[in-house]
């Protein structure tokens, strides 16, 4: 009987330090979702940025320039 009185002590106490816990764990939730999602949309978002950064500064701008030298050189002439 005494196992048991402590092991319900415990799940009591367990209970209680997950309700004081509740508003804390609440205040992440910011539009419904956790702080989990949260971390995982922001490290999808930054991803999409390095991609968008790495084939802009390597493809496109290189591109442009190249456009922009061909056309000062063609009209130069």
Same mark, same amino acid.
């Given at each position: 009987?005494? =196992?048991? !009185? !402590?092991?319900?002590?415990a799940? $009591?106490?367990?209970? @209680?330090? +997950? +309700? =004081?816990?509740?508003?804390?764990?609440?205040?992440?939730?910011?539009?419904?979702? @956790?702080?989990?999602?949260?971390?995982? $949309? &922001?490290?999808?978002?930054?991803?999409?940025?390095? $991609? $968008?950064?790495?084939?802009?500064?390597k493809?496109?701008?290189? &591109? &442009?320039?190249?456009?922009? =030298?061909?056309?000062?050189?063609?009209?130069?002439e």
């Amino acid at each position: 009987m005494g =196992k048991e !009185v !402590v092991t319900t002590a415990a799940n $009591i106490s367990l209970g @209680t330090e +997950a +309700a =004081k816990a509740a508003p804390f764990a609440a205040a992440f939730m910011v539009g419904g979702l @956790t702080a989990m999602e949260w971390a995982y $949309i &922001l490290a999808a978002a930054y991803s999409g940025l390095l $991609i $968008i950064h790495f084939v802009g500064s390597k493809w496109f701008l290189p &591109l &442009l320039r190249l456009i922009r =030298k061909g056309r000062a050189a063609g009209g130069a002439e």
